[in-house]
């Protein structure tokens, strides 16, 4: 192995040392600026400065509606960041990643307390979900 | 690059504009030493070829006895140039998505770049038309960035690598994805390089006035990068010689007019109903398919762009383009006909049958049998095909945001053979197998193959009537959802325009 060779081999695993091989998984904090909405027929959360987190959040909300209209607004670049809700009855009406600007909607379920559940491994970024009660059309 | 929804519109322009350009460079009546001019004669035999216009390999113009200087025959490297450029094909789509629509994904820091240099990759989910099309067009940017600043095509190569890279890494705060990757880095390489080359058709360095100016405005939409160096550089006026690897050793361009009509199965009855759509495609074998194989990469190059309409939606007019250029070959045999060649390939096909795209390398035999421009004439390809990465459509996953497709390596063979007979008769026959084993999407392998028949009658050099029949079937087995078989037929009917004119 020329000098050279075992140079950029060195410098190689400073730089995994640096950025690869060092993330601990931390839990959301007062500098993630968490914030709940959650009122009969409208519920969002927000979240910033995410950094590798892995964590679950779990809320219950009150959905008059048959299904709820959800508003992707957040931002997950890496990990993997699962929105989970059940209806009343504990029946899954959606289960799917968090994602950037795009409207969903769940499953018709049963009106009532829904289960709001948020699924963080080892994610980055910012969330911001909006779930509105919704009925089909007549 | 999750936001380059203004490049399909290029591919359209792409291949009207070639026909602007291209066509009274090559069609026009007889003119002078320096003119763009070339006969039929002219295209299959070389050496009639004035100075300025033979293939690759000749003397240069100065060397052949024309006294005008050729900057452009010898181009200085420029690597700050190059390295500057590729920096602005980032840069402007960068501030633009982060200063002017201000979206959080474009908010690129240290931490982003930590974070993406730290995190596994990702697949994306982007439309068809962004992964397939759009990734490769700016990929082919990052390619010319170098090529138009005096580097060579294998100089050129790494060049769209390191862009894409760059871009993926820190360019945007999304997590890095392998299909963005390879498809901006190979399909750069394919398209940037025809790119190149057909920009090179258009220009002329010995012509003037109005003629310059539109020849000038052709190079430069097929390949923006050279154009605005030549207007920097003020190159865009002033005569000088065209260096000789600007015009290809032949050339034969088919422009088809018609009617389209996509079944979803393949039967007699079953074509009887179907989309119709007018539909408009294009054809260019540019260089000489055997000869100029063991050119200088892509000497030798077929490319074929279709538009149909009306479009399901906006994302479907451009149904087609594909792109394979010749990388080296070697004879087989001592009779000149037979050669084993190496090319690449891109893929784009977008119809109402078939989502499917790709970046290839194929290795067969390329053969030729009779004489061009004689009564009889014919060439065949029988190919092995290497698939780097393949999109083919999904049954089964599907995204919000858009994407309805699989993503995988895969393998195949591409069939193909033409004929030409007695000035009048074209016929073509083409075989397209591919397997593709999905490594992200639904756990799949999907089989396609498509059987085509061609043929075209030609009244005189430049008008004919053509039908094609094309078959298309698709097998994808899945893991725990039930297998899907497809099947499709395509029949068009068209009025072809030759570009300059039939090999006589």
Known sequence: ?138 | MRSAAFLPATAIVFTGLFACAVTPALAQGPRPTSSLALSAQQLVQPSTLPAWMRPAGDPPPAASGDTLPCPDCHPPKRFWAAAGELMLVQLIPHFYNADVRDAVWAQVSAQSIKNNLSYAWQWDDNQFVNNQFSHPYHGSLYFNSARTNGYDFWESFAWPFVGSAMWEIAGEAWAPAPNDFLNTSFGGVVLGETLFRLSSLALDNTATGSERTFREIGGFILDPLRGFNRLIRGETHGVSANPPDWRPSSIFGVLDVGYRRTANQFSFDSVKTGIDQWDLGFKLAYGDAVTDLQGKPFAYFGLAAEVAGPPPDSARRLNRLSARGSIAAWPLGSSGRHQFALMMEYDYFNNPAIEYGGQSVLAGVVSTFGEKGKNFWAQTNVMFDGVIIGATKSDYYTTLEGRDYDYGPGLGASLSGSLFYKHHLQANLSYLGIWIHTIDGSQSAHYQDALSFEARYWMNRRLGLGASVTRYSRTSDYTGQPDVAQDAGFLRAFVSTAIPGIPE
């Open chain 1, 1 to 138: 192995m020329t000098r050279n060779v075992r140079l950029v081999a060195a410098a190689s695993l400073l730089v995994a040392a640096a950025v690869g091989c060092s993330n601990p998984s931390e839990t959301l904090g007062p500098d993630n600026n968490v914030a709940v909405t959650n009122l009969v027929g409208h519920f969002q959360l927000t979240a910033d400065n995410i950094q590798n987190v892995t964590t679950r959040m779990t809320y219950t909300w009150q959905n008059p509606g048959v299904y709820a209209a959800i508003q992707h607004l957040s931002f997950m670049p890496h990990g993997t960041t699962l929105l989970i809700i059940k209806d009343a009855d504990g029946n899954q009406v959606y289960n799917g990643k968090l994602l950037y600007e795009l409207d969903d909607r769940t499953l018709n379920g049963t009106p009532g307390e829904w289960t709001v559940i948020f699924s963080l491994d080892k994610s980055v970024g910012q969330i911001d979900v909006i779930l509105d009660a919704a009925y089909p059309p007549d």
